[in-house]
């Protein structure tokens, strides 16, 4: 909980006690609920509204109508109900703090929006719509000592429905997103340097925000990271406005593919948007390179990895297999079912991560293990297959950081989030450290979590 929101809930604690003595509603209860009635407007206009306080909100208001000895014992009860729950809610579902970046540089970020004017979007059924695809970067940036960090997600007002369906849980519980502060600031000044640059993908349904932490962690060990939203793809793209009266426009989530679909059908959907994927993030290189940005002079392109979640680490590979400017791959939870490669053609040429769950329980779980192990296998010295106990598909993403209930409700697998982020994003960096700056040696295969097993090119070790 926030500061105020701690200091107004203990006072209210304090305030029903003080209401049940008998005889002291009048006297001393009445100037208590006051001063926290006040407190509680600070906190509205300091820390901002949310939606796990409103017990708390509920308790004050029945508090100023408590005035009937009579009804003492019923009135107590429902106080200290409210009090329980307004208790409780902060806690299960917090306003949460992000890991701090261990990097030695501060992060600042930027947000581009580039159309690819050779594309249309075949999402759409217009032939002049072309495609339009929203970029985010996270790069080493000086300090900047008054500037408010960047919130986590923006347009939470149209975006909450969306992404509360992705999880399972209803909107409303999707509204504080945006008071949670990251550790980027928006337009900082870049530092001097010659940096490698990972690209991201996110899953389906997912977005470019998903994983924000390990964005600030890379960047904040050199590395410039750009993460983009595959429209329709995403659970929602926000597209700037042209004019400051136009309303704001969206794409939502169009990548389901109805029950029943013959597989034929299903395989040539899939492949159609790996496809539009796969060009998303070559568009974007492609525009790094060519497009005048206050980066691009920053950037090594000589030292490019990719990554991805999900649908997303399909993309990744895909692209890398395509693209040699591509020299490192990193899946996170990987789903590989789509992939259409011949049995040859199922390696890479470049090394690869493969950091997911012991195994999917879904649909065609056999498929995707054998173009996983055809990876691993057929990519040679340079594959590793990392396997982390109890985790689960959302467990590769900043889910894990949100609720410790997350486990219970199946959102996620492994018992404690802050210690599943961190293994994903030391891993990932270790990782790219070693196979894109080339430092330190080659010892990757050293894991320091008894939760990890590690396969490497066909052989295991845990």
Same mark, same amino acid.
């Given at each position: 909980?926030?500061?105020?929101?701690?200091?107004?809930?203990? *006072? /209210?604690? +304090?305030?029903?006690?003080?209401?049940?003595?008998?005889?002291?509603?009048?006297?001393?209860?009445?100037?208590?609920?006051?001063?926290?009635?006040?407190?509680?407007?600070?906190?509205?206009?300091?820390?901002?509204?949310?939606?796990?306080?409103?017990? *708390?909100?509920?308790?004050?208001?029945?508090?100023?109508?408590v005035?009937?000895?009579?009804?003492?014992?019923?009135?107590t009860?429902?106080?200290?109900?409210?009090?329980?729950?307004?208790?409780?809610?902060?806690?299960?579902?917090?306003?949460?703090?992000?890991? +701090?970046p261990?990097?030695? &540089?501060?992060?600042?970020?930027?947000?581009?929006h580039?159309?690819?004017?050779?594309r249309?979007?075949w999402?759409?059924?217009?032939?002049?719509?072309?495609?339009?695809?929203?970029?985010?970067?996270?790069?080493p940036?000086?300090?900047?000592?008054d500037a =408010?960090?960047?919130?986590?997600?923006d347009?939470?007002?149209?975006?909450?429905?969306?992404?509360?369906?992705?999880?399972?849980?209803?909107?409303?519980?999707?509204?504080?997103?945006?008071?949670? !502060?990251?550790?980027?600031?928006?337009?900082? !000044?870049? %530092?001097?340097?010659?940096?490698?640059?990972?690209?991201?993908?996110h899953?389906?349904?997912?977005?470019?925000?998903?994983?924000?932490?390990?964005?600030?962690?890379?960047?904040?060990?050199?590395y410039?990271?750009?993460?983009?939203?595959?429209?329709?793809?995403a659970?929602?793209? +926000?597209?700037?406005?042209?004019?400051?009266?136009?309303?704001?426009? +969206?794409?939502?989530?169009?990548?389901?593919?109805?029950?029943?679909?013959?597989?034929s059908?299903?395989?040539?959907?899939?492949? %159609?948007?790996?496809?539009?994927?796969?060009?998303?993030? %070559?568009?974007v290189?492609?525009?790094?390179?060519?497009?005048?940005?206050?980066?691009?002079?920053?950037? =090594?392109?000589?030292?490019?990895?990719?990554?991805?979640?999900?649908?997303?680490?399909?993309?990744?590979?895909?692209?890398?297999?395509? #693209?040699?400017?591509?020299?490192?791959?990193?899946?996170?939870?990987?789903?590989?079912?789509?992939?259409?490669? /011949?049995?040859?053609?199922?390696?890479?040429?470049?090394p &690869?991560? $493969?950091m997911?769950?012991?195994?999917?329980?879904?649909?065609?779980?056999?498929?995707? %293990?054998? $173009?996983?192990?055809?990876?691993?296998?057929?990519?040679?010295?340079?594959?590793?297959? $990392?396997?982390?106990?109890k !985790?689960?598909?959302?467990?590769?993403?900043?889910?894990?950081?949100?609720?410790?209930?997350?486990?219970?409700?199946?959102?996620?697998?492994?018992?404690?989030g802050?210690?599943?982020?961190?293994i994903?994003?030391?891993?990932?960096?270790?990782?790219? #450290?070693?196979?894109?700056?080339?430092?330190?040696?080659?010892?990757?295969?050293?894991?320091?979590?008894?939760?990890i097993?590690?396969?490497?090119?066909?052989?295991?070790?845990?």
């Amino acid at each position: 909980m926030r500061f105020l929101e701690v200091v107004v809930v203990l *006072l /209210s604690g +304090v305030f029903i006690l003080v209401a049940s003595i008998p005889g002291s509603r009048r006297r001393g209860s009445a100037a208590l609920l006051l001063i926290i009635i006040l407190l509680t407007l600070i906190h509205l206009f300091v820390e901002g509204y949310r939606w796990q306080m409103l017990p *708390l909100y509920a308790l004050l208001g029945f508090g100023v109508f408590v005035k009937n000895r009579e009804a003492s014992m019923v009135s107590t009860l429902g106080l200290m109900f409210l009090w329980l729950t307004a208790f409780l809610l902060p806690i299960l579902i917090p306003m949460v703090k992000l890991p +701090v970046p261990t990097g030695p &540089f501060s992060v600042g970020t930027v947000l581009y929006h580039w159309t690819d004017t050779s594309r249309t979007e075949w999402f759409t059924d217009d032939p002049e719509d072309l495609r339009e695809v929203p970029v985010q970067l996270w790069y080493p940036a000086f300090p900047e000592v008054d500037a =408010d960090p960047t919130p986590y997600i923006d347009h939470i007002d149209l975006r909450a429905e969306a992404i509360g369906e992705r999880v399972g849980l209803p909107a409303f519980m999707m509204g504080h997103l945006n008071l949670i !502060s990251t550790h980027s600031v928006m337009n900082a !000044s870049a %530092r001097e340097g010659n940096f490698p640059l990972i690209l991201f993908s996110h899953g389906l349904g997912g977005m470019r925000a998903q994983n924000t932490v390990l964005m600030e962690e890379l960047a904040s060990h050199g590395y410039i990271v750009a993460a983009m939203d595959h429209p329709f793809d995403a659970n929602t793209t +926000v597209f700037p406005t042209i004019e400051r009266d136009e309303s704001q426009r +969206v794409a939502d989530y169009r990548s389901s593919i109805p029950e029943g679909t013959a597989d034929s059908v299903w395989l040539e959907i899939r492949n %159609r948007q790996l496809d539009t994927r796969i060009a998303d993030v %070559r568009f974007v290189l492609n525009q790094l390179q060519t497009v005048f940005t206050p980066l691009q002079n920053n950037i =090594d392109f000589t030292r490019v990895g990719i990554s991805g979640h999900s649908f997303g680490g399909a993309t990744a590979v895909l692209t890398a297999i395509k #693209d040699s400017r591509i020299r490192a791959v990193v899946a996170l939870d990987g789903w590989f079912v789509p992939l259409a490669l /011949s049995d040859t053609d199922t390696r890479l040429d470049v090394p &690869f991560l $493969y950091m997911g769950q012991e195994r999917w329980k879904s649909w065609n779980e056999k498929r995707h %293990r054998y $173009y996983l192990n055809l990876l691993i296998e057929q990519t040679g010295d340079d594959a590793f297959l $990392y396997t982390v106990k109890k !985790s689960r598909h959302y467990d590769y993403a900043d889910i894990p950081l949100f609720s410790p209930i997350a486990p219970f409700i199946g959102l996620t697998g492994f018992p404690d989030g802050r210690e599943m982020v961190r293994i994903v994003n030391s891993t990932t960096l270790r990782f790219f #450290d070693d196979y894109i700056k080339s430092v330190p040696p080659r010892l990757f295969t050293l894991s320091d979590s008894p939760h990890i097993t590690i396969k490497r090119g066909g052989a295991s070790s845990s």
